[in-house]
């Protein structure tokens, strides 16, 4: 079967966020999907199959880093979306059913492609003793981000800050279900991007993500009411980087960027019986 390499969220070969793509006839067992997602070893890879005419959804979609099954993931989620689109696939906007339900994936004609995400929930709390340590960095805000996205925000003094850090992985896992975003105000809006953010999730066996779709439905709306506007650009400041455009929905957030193919393979080792 074809196995596809995606950068997304960059215009760029290697840069952005690489997520491995198959399409399949129906999901194999969940055994051999985690073994391929070891294999590929890149932050999410993502998994999907044909639904039948005439339901919610068009495709069903999964997504698998190399240590686990994860609830939400944007970058992978673009990454399919590019493959369907390139490919032929699926023309125009395509709908995949999740385990964060349907979220709709539609192209622009400038081949970028948005991304229509349920809006994370924030909820303020007090920053955890410790994670200044962990980080590397002393916290102003902290915030929690609900079960989709399973993160801790936390704001710092600068983008500066942001940049520089260089924090104790294994000591950030004790203070969210999947990990830490690290964001500030963009040093110079005149630069593109109106914040910075990092993300660190060693929870589920990512030391640094290098662009995070699904962080930025968190991001977005802490960013939107700290600048008054709905519709921004988030910086990832990873040695990769990759820039996300936002835009607040109500409940939900709508992530924009663009997608690049850098592998396109077969994979040989093929899975058992399909359910």
């Known amino acids: 079967m074809r196995i596809r390499i995606v950068d997304a969220f960059t215009d760029r070969p290697f840069s952005g966020n690489p997520a491995g793509v198959l ?14 997602a070891l294999e590929v070893n890149h ?22 880093t190399p240590a686990t099954e994860v609830a939400m993931c944007g970058h992978a989620t673009l990454a399919t979306a590019h493959v369907l689109q390139a490919t032929g ?3 125009g ?18 081949g970028s492609i948005t991304l ?9 709390v007090e920053v955890p003793d410790g994670v200044a340590e962990a980080l590397g960095a002393e916290p102003r805000t902290a915030f929690d981000t609900g079960p989709n996205v399973g993160d801790l925000v936390l704001e710092l003094a600068d983008e500066k800050t942001v940049r520089g850090l260089t924090p104790d992985h294994r000591a950030l896992a004790a203070y969210s279900t999947r990990g830490v975003i690290a964001t500030a105000r963009a040093e110079d809006p005149a630069r593109g991007y109106d ?15 290098p662009v995070t779709g ?20 988030g910086l990832q400041a ?8 936002t835009g607040m929905r109500g409940e939900r957030t709508l992530l924009t960027g663009r997608a690049v193919t850098v592998i396109d393979g077969e994979l040989l080792a093929g899975p058992g019986p399909a359910r």
């Open 43 to 64: 932050a999410e890879t993502a998994f999907a199959h044909r639904l039948p005419e005439g339901g919610e959804a068009d495709w069903a979609l999964r997504w698998f």
């Open 23 to 36: 399409l399949l006839d129906a999901f194999p067992e969940d055994d051999w999907l985690q073994k391929v």
């Open 238 to 245: 990873s040695p990769r980087s990759g820039l996300v455009r």
């Open 116 to 124: 229509d995400f349920p809006t994370a929930p924030l909820t303020a």
């Open 93 to 110: 906007p395509v709908r995949f059913a999740t385990r964060s339900g349907v979220l709709v994936a539609t192209p622009a004609a400038d």
């Open 214 to 233: 699904s962080a930025h439905t968190a991001l977005a709306p802490y960013w939107s009411e700290r600048l008054g506007r709905p519709d921004l650009t």
């Open 89 to 91: 696939t699926h023309d």
């Open 195 to 209: 914040f910075v953010s990092r993300c660190f999730f060693p929870n589920v066996g990512i030391d640094e993500d």
